[in-house]
DNA sequence: GTATTTGCAAAAGCTTTGCTGCAAC
DNA sequence: GTTGCAGCAAAGCTTTTGCAAATAC
């Protein structure tokens, strides 16, 4: 299932155009949230940013993030608190979709869809609203676990 | 602004009908809730509760609102973590509506639009995704402030 | 009378911050 | 050389949990 995402490798590209410094640190982590093509939470970033620069540290992750939600380079997400109240995040894709969190298994679908930018862009126009974030998130019982009504107990079954 | 809420008093009934046990606790703060007309978070809903029930602890907050969520009877709203990490909560409303949060001024204003059901209504079809809950959060700047650009420094000058 | 809920206090989970030394430009 | 970043450790804020006493039905 292919992602929405942008170009591999344009999220350093952006910091420089934008005169942002790029520490090695930053980069670690910029190249593992590419590399991952979504969903991380700082936790799971930070053990994964650790193998290209093991002195990481979690601040540095949230400050990192924090910097890269500020330039709009990333987006979070919360994936209808799932998982605890922890966030996730990703490189802001090239195209908006819809998370759909199943409570269930606890996979997550992405989705895609021009009426997703249809309604972004009637909140602008109508609401003279400029809008520079938007998530939308939906919660429910997917396909599979929906067929398997009542067979499966367990959370995490499908693996995400 | 006609905020687009269910008839009121139509919590304690609900729980009612699904035999679900009324204490005195959960009495007040579901009658601070629906007085409240949306975006409370647990501490406000706390002390308002306790205008009508001066016992109430935060942790019977916390496992009311657990209890309503997972009777689908109010909603979970993050607004965007304008104001920190914690979440706010409203009763479920008839009409599903986006949170439009201000970046600048904190405001938070409602949108209802007929695209909202639709795009929910093509996720169910197209992925045979049961909804549950949904939430569309938007975040930016608002008319006024787009206005008054540069005029205004701090947070908060609009009325929310 | 019995099962549930509550208050209290403590803990847990995630995120932020202060400070000093270090790295980028 | 300056300015801003990183690591470390500590604190902060929201939310959850264990347990004995109280409450609803």
Not at 1 to 15: A, D, F, I, T
Not at 19 to 48: F, N, P
């Amino acid at each position: 299932m292919g992602k929405p995402s942008g170009r591999k490798g344009s999220l350093l590209q952006s910091l420089r155009d934008r005169h942002v410094r790029i520490t090695s640190q930053r980069k670690a982590l910029i190249e593992t949230i590419e590399e991952a093509d979504g969903h991380l939470d700082a936790y799971t970033l930070l053990e994964r940013a650790r193998r290209r620069s093991p002195d990481v540290d979690l601040a540095t992750v949230y400050r990192t993030l924090e910097l890269l939600k500020k330039q709009g380079l990333i987006d979070e997400l919360d994936l209808m608190h799932l998982h605890g109240e922890k966030h996730y995040y990703e490189a802001r894709a090239t195209r908006s979709h819809i998370h759909l969190a199943c409570f269930r298994c606890g996979l997550i679908e992405e989705f895609v869809s021009p009426l997703y930018e249809k309604l972004t862009t009637e909140v602008a126009t109508s609401r003279g609203f400029q809008v520079e974030v938007s998530r939308f998130e939906v919660g429910g019982i997917c396909r599979r676990c929906s067929s398997s009504e009542g067979n499966e107990k367990s959370k995490g079954i499908h693996s995400v």
